[in-house]
């Protein structure tokens, strides 16, 4: 790739990933036929299926009892699928920002949220901590990182009800102990493959439970008995998640990918506290590894958009911030190379002696 | 492609279709990034997705008063939303076979159903003619082809309630009076492009008109209030889906893909009608020009096996038939060439001398 990708998502994916994505779209493994025109019932697309699976267990170390699925419609259908399938009477929704919020909005229709426990006040700048989880709720709700505000949950809670997580853009970004968790889901596109498929990894006993008719697509049942093939799947973006898993492995596992997050997110914000034209917008102890997001300090206002001119000719994309936020976004994905920091670093450093 | 590729879906696409999309997985319209990592939100992408609108409105020649929106979650999770946005008490469905009856299922969860004209009785040999459509339903669904048992609907109803029609495997193969249509819905892998996107077509007038609480992401206004970007649409799939819109143009319209449907399904159903080890499974007024479904003659049955063989040892997959009818299936989607059905239709020659 020729530019620094910041983009918060679709975004950044290993080249390997997308090589082989397009060499599979000219032809897949050497059968002559697109993967793009290859029946999703040929036993070729049945091993992609089953080594999704085999490889996201392996990578997340997934104990028995769970089943991972893929699905259509995004991370927001999983909103309404979530409560759903899971909801009987109350549900726990941490309220960290914007997608915490359209989660609750949907478990809303289907029975009575908990939505106290919220960083709302401070305009989402912390996550919140010490809170007592309620003992008579169905699940806890929580959206692990928040791309919008740029604050990130990084522990896995010791919960008395089951934990459902919103992982949508910090997954495969540190070692996770999934026995804490009812269940976890996320879009792709951002550290798995491209737009179009949604994994869910589920706890098998926590279904079933529910009086309400679920529809047959929107019921995980379904989809856990036919492994991911009740209907056509979303055949590219699996493949590409493939591609990115066997990367990932390569590449030393989670456990790696939480050190270079580590090393990224540390870098810059380093260069952002050190720096006197920047600051961060959140509390230093809630600070995503994944989405890093400051602006600029208020004698300097100004001079954000011609920041982002300077950072554009320096090829690097995706680091307007969102306008909640104002500012700068940083997304620092897995795949986005140290290199692509150290660019952004050096950008603010030559920025700052020139203003 | 070096096969000749006659998959039920996902199926053959067009060379260009396929080669557009893999040479934008590795630059998209050289902006040095790849279409599986363009934000969503850059206008690049923007511009892909208006003109995915306006191409199928110029192509389906679409009135005033229709919204196109792509989706995820294929069309079998618009067999849930369907009757979800539209059905108040009670609803009209033509029974056809497999998919028609799986429409049904979803809409017994919101409301009566009227699923009494079906041909059922012939294993859906035949579409049904001559029936009253009740005026007293919301809407009349129909399936317009039948991939399974072959048979397809190839008027467009003049109807007194709306007509709601799965065309997932049969769009574009024929210019349609869109203004008979309240909803016409369609997964892409068929005639549009890689799984992983739904196309909707709705009159707009249709909706807002039931009282039940509809999440957000399965309500058709949420999509069209926001041009099918409230969330992460798949990139791929609608960008795949331009260049077929594209190469349609670039050949005739669908008025030529009518022609070549006919000039295709014509040459094989000739073959099977003259060749004395086979029969066609269908009525023949009620026959698909994409969907080919055939078999052997009772005193020929134990060639089958040998007959898959004989056309696999001469490069062409994705004939055999569905469990449901056994024998052949021969799916003929817009992009699959005359030299396939020509290779086919020696092939079914040069067996028969052999045997």
């Known amino acids: ?10 975004s950044v994916l290993p080249d390997y990933t997308v090589e082989e994505t397009a060499k599979a779209i000219m032809d897949f493994n050497g059968t002559g036929i697109s993967l793009m025109c290859m029946s999703h019932r040929d036993k070729s697309f049945d091993a992609v ?8 267990k392996q ?14 419609g995004g991370a927001s259908l999983q909103f309404a699928m979530v409560p759903m399938n899971l909801l009987r009477s109350k549900a726990f929704y941490v309220n960290t920002g914007t997608w915490a919020n359209k989660a609750a909005k949907e478990a809303k229709l289907f029975g009575e949220v908990d939505d106290h426990v919220s960083s709302k006040e401070a305009n989402y700048t912390y996550i919140p901590k010490g809170f007592e989880i309620p003992k008579d709720c169905d699940y806890m709700h929580i959206t692990t990182n928040n791309t919008i505000y740029g604050t990130e949950i990084l522990e896995d809670y010791n919960s008395p009800i089951p934990v459902v997580a919103d992982m949508s853009s910090d997954i495969f970004s540190r070692p996770l102990d999934v026995s804490k968790y009812g269940l976890i889901y996320g879009g792709a596109q ?12 589920v706890k098998d006993e926590l279904l079933g439970k529910v009086d309400r008719a679920i529809p047959t697509m929107l019921n995980y049942q379904t989809h856990i008995d036919k492994n991911s093939m009740f209907n056509t799947p979303p055949v590219v973006p699996i493949f590409a998640g493939v591609k990115t898993l066997e990367w990932i492995i390569q590449n030393g596992g989670v ?18 506290d050190r720096n006197k034209l920047f600051k961060g917008t959140v509390q230093k102890d809630s600070r995503s590894r994944m989405s890093v997001c400051f602006v600029m300090n208020e004698e300097y206002k100004d001079l954000e958009a011609k920041f982002l001119d300077f950072v554009k000719a320096r090829d690097m994309v995706g680091l307007k911030g969102h306008r909640s936020v104002g500012g700068f976004r940083a997304s620092l994905y897995n795949a986005l190379p140290m290199e692509s920091v150290d660019a952004l670093v050096q950008a603010m450093k030559d920025f700052e002696k020139e203003n």
């Open 59 to 72: 990578v997340l170390d997934i104990p028995s009892g769970y089943s991972v699925i893929f699905l259509g």
């Open 190 to 201: 951002k550290n798995l493959a491209c737009a179009g498929v949604t994994f869910v990894i």
């Open 49 to 56: 299926m089953n080594r999704a699976v085999e490889l996201f």
């Open 255 to 272: 456990k790696e990918m939480e050190k270079r997050a580590i090393e990224k997110s540390t870098k810059l914000y380093d260069e952002i």
């Open 1 to 10: 790739m020729k530019k620094h990708n910041f983009f918060a998502g679709p």
